[in-house]
């Protein structure tokens, strides 16, 4: 089946400090990943649609200059997180839509600010 | 926009026992999907429902689509200490995938 790989799956930063997430379609063409967010025990909410080729669409109240989304191939999307703060400790997960129904989604990246 | 409201919010049954979800919307739906996520993993997409009073099972798992289109259901017979995780219903909706609050499942050996 298709599947989406998603490094890294956990990354400690300081705060202040970078951090890239990369997503990847092993054997399919994403021309569209999303982009989500989960916080301990809740929903996932979607941060962003990321688009080949063009500008990503960003969801109300999420920041474009802090979540910087980069799609440069039919296979790679990239979230980074610019000046990461504690807040912005999460579970990131990104994920595609597969044929006419169903997405498939990575395995999530945990990612800890201190 | 749209919200699908998911209930209950935790379950917690004996193993053996049986387990049901509940999704509703206020507004009709274009269709619903399922997904299930273990503790510390991703969501795995079950099953899409798109037709008015569809039902479909997977083994032990029966979904449902309300004949107005505006709930569905996830139940499931008999659990077993591997039907642990939150099950999560979702709409597609024009450009993107909205999710319900999920249903959190945990089980007594």
Known sequence: ?114 | GQQVMQIPQYQHVQEGEDFTTYCNSSTTLSNIQWYKQRPGGHPVFLIQLVKSGEVKKQKRLTFQFGEAKKNSSLHITATQTTDVGTYFCAEQGAQKLVFGQGTRLTINP
């Open chain 1, 1 to 114: 089946g298709a599947v989406v790989s998603q490094h890294p799956s956990r990354v400690i930063c300081k705060s202040g400090t970078s951090v890239k997430i990369e997503c990847r379609s092993l054997d399919f063409q994403a021309t569209t990943m999303f982009w989500y967010r989960q916080f301990p025990k809740k929903s996932l909410m979607l941060m962003a649609t990321s688009n080949e080729g063009s500008k990503a669409t960003y969801e109300q109240g999420v920041e474009k200059d802090k979540f910087l989304i980069n799609h440069a191939s039919l296979t790679l999307s990239t979230l980074t997180v610019t000046s990461a703060h504690p807040e912005d400790s999460s579970f990131y997960i990104c994920s595609a839509r597969v044929g006419a129904q169903g997405y498939t989604f990575g395995s999530g990246t945990r990612l800890t600010v201190v």
